[in-house]
């Protein structure tokens, strides 16, 4: 709704002020716009003439309830654009502008557009959104990995190097640990405790482990590269439960509504079912790599080099990308799926193709895994640091030291605490704990 307030109080139609009053008078009334938003939040306004040309005042950042002065006059066309709640922060502070040299203003969420006419004003519509580009007026906001707190820990299994990390309840994580690059373990497992030190698990294993994931109901699976299948247990000690043998190793997969996939290229295991409707084995074709589920429609996997995406009905082939290293992963992150591996990064842009992301920061070194973050993608270096990316464009973490192989990681259920577990590649230095907040 677009409403004016004129100066003795009485609200009126804004197309009726527009042009009985803003052509007419030589002082302009003083206009509330009225975002199609909810109460609170922040976006812009756009007042364009009928050639295309901005107002003067616009663009311009508003809230619920802003008045502003201005002239022109029918016909008009009103644009509201509505962005994410970090973006609306940033706009609030630094302001907005079409053009400069300040840091771009990152893409709306949505957008609706009135018509001004000598008739009338019609009803803010949804539109798509425009493809304007604005920039911040005031400051650069801070980029995001300025809000990202970084801290470390020594690893709580002394000289085993983590291999896997899941979160649990009340903020613990467990990390599984094993000598480098080891086939015959041993591989001991603790709890990193919020307060206090590590809980270790009493279980002592000469086998590594492959996979480890966490279903709806918080439980963590894990599969062992002899084909062996646990579930951890937190009372009355912590100590894993194995349940019946499956027979091959290879990635547990969860799926939001509580499907649990356990498969390899040979061999596929439903260990758990989602709440209605089941699902088939057949729904999910064989030679399968690098499975991903976001949602029982937002699901994704490699066969060969191909990306295939499930869209609710059928498996639909794609990118082919080189198959060159077991570290090749596909996840979603900022609701967008990613393709990723050591020399390659693709992501889904606005209409649902797999595209090439920004270049990486020049001081990342050998990036590897790749972690959902907040409202991005994390991805970790070989050799130290971090990488992070939100929207359209990747910031540096800088670490203490030079550490490598950040192998393991895990993220909580919020999206605001990551870890990665560092194998420092020399057993003079102690193994550690990555803690990445927002």
């Keep these: 709704m677009v409403e004016a307030v004129g100066r003795d109080g009485k609200i009126a139609v804004w197309s009726l002020v527009w042009a009985g009053t803003w052509a007419c008078t030589p002082e302009p009334e003083r206009l509330h716009l009225v975002p199609p938003w909810p109460a609170g939040e922040t976006g812009v306004v756009l007042v364009e003439r009928s050639d295309g040309e901005l107002i003067a005042w616009t663009p311009a950042v508003i809230s619920a309830e802003v008045p502003f002065s201005g002239d022109g006059e029918p016909p008009l066309r009103v644009t509201f654009l509505q962005f994410d709640g970090r973006t609306q922060q940033d706009l609030a502070s630094c302001g907005v502008q079409l053009f400069g040299e300040r840091a771009r203003v990152p893409r709306p969420t949505a957008a609706w557009a009135s018509e001004v006419t000598e008739a009338g004003v019609s009803t803010a519509a949804p539109i798509p959104v425009p493809g304007r580009e604005f920039r911040f007026d005031r400051c650069d906001p801070p980029t995001p990995c300025d809000r990202i707190k970084i801290s470390s820990t020594k690893a709580p299994l002394m000289g085993l190097n983590p291999i896997l990390i899941e979160w649990l309840p009340e903020d613990r994580w467990l990390v599984?640990?094993?000598?480098?690059?080891?086939?015959?373990?041993?591989?001991?497992?603790?709890?990193?405790?919020?307060?206090?030190?590590?809980?270790?698990?009493?279980?002592?294993?000469?086998?590594?482990?492959?996979?480890?994931?966490?279903?709806?109901?918080?439980?963590?699976?894990?599969?062992?590269?002899?084909?062996?299948?646990?579930?951890?247990?937190?009372?009355?000690?912590?100590?894993?439960?194995?349940?019946?043998r499956p027979g091959f190793s290879g990635p547990l997969v969860s799926r939001p509504d509580?499907?649990?996939?356990?498969?390899?290229?040979?061999?596929?295991?439903?260990?758990?079912?989602?709440?209605?409707?089941?699902?088939?084995?057949?729904?999910?074709?064989?030679?399968?790599?690098?499975?991903?589920?976001?949602?029982?429609?937002?699901?994704?996997?490699?066969?060969?080099?191909?990306?295939?995406?499930?869209?609710?009905?059928?498996?639909?082939?794609?990118?082919?990308?080189?198959?060159?290293?077991?570290?090749?992963?596909?996840?979603?992150?900022?609701?967008?799926?990613?393709?990723?591996?050591?020399?390659?990064?693709?992501?889904?842009?606005?209409?649902?193709?797999?595209?090439?992301?920004?270049?990486?920061?020049?001081?990342?070194?050998?990036?590897?895994?790749?972690?959902?973050?907040?409202?991005?993608?994390?991805?970790?270096?070989?050799?130290?640091?971090?990488?992070?990316?939100?929207?359209?464009?990747?910031?540096?973490?800088?670490?203490?030291?030079?550490?490598?192989?950040?192998?393991?990681?895990?993220?909580?259920?919020?999206?605001?605490?990551?870890?990665?577990?560092?194998?420092?590649?020399?057993?003079?230095?102690?193994?550690?704990?990555?803690?990445?907040?927002?």
Aim: glycine content about 12%; some cysteine.
């Design 258 to 438: 509580g499907l649990l996939i356990l498969h390899n290229e040979g061999a596929r295991l439903i260990l758990r079912q989602p709440a209605g409707t089941p699902v088939l084995l057949d729904d999910f074709p064989d030679q399968l790599r690098n499975l991903t589920m976001a949602s029982p429609d937002r699901m994704a996997a490699t066969r060969g080099g191909e990306v295939l995406r499930w869209g609710g009905a059928t498996w639909r082939p794609g990118l082919v990308v080189p198959r060159i290293h077991f570290e090749d992963r596909l996840l979603y992150a900022g609701g967008r799926l990613i393709v990723f591996g050591p020399t390659f990064i693709f992501r889904e842009d606005d209409d649902g193709d797999l595209v090439p992301t920004p270049d990486l920061p020049a001081a990342l070194v050998g990036p590897r895994s790749p972690t959902p973050f907040g409202d991005g993608l994390l991805i970790g270096g070989d050799v130290g640091g971090a990488a992070y990316l939100e929207g359209d464009r990747w910031c540096f973490l800088k670490t203490e030291g030079s550490l490598s192989a950040l192998r393991a990681s895990a993220v909580s259920p919020d999206g605001r605490t990551a870890l990665h577990g560092i194998d420092p590649g020399t057993p003079r230095i102690d193994p550690t704990i990555m803690i990445w907040q927002q």
């Design 176 to 244: 599984v640990g094993t000598t480098p690059s080891s086939s015959v373990g041993p591989t001991r497992m603790a709890i990193l405790e919020p307060n206090g030190p590590p809980t270790l698990l009493d279980e002592v294993f000469d086998e590594p482990f492959a996979s480890s994931t966490r279903d709806i109901d918080d439980q963590v699976w894990l599969s062992s590269v002899t084909g062996r299948l646990f579930r951890l247990a937190l009372e009355p000690r912590p100590h894993l439960l194995e349940e019946p």
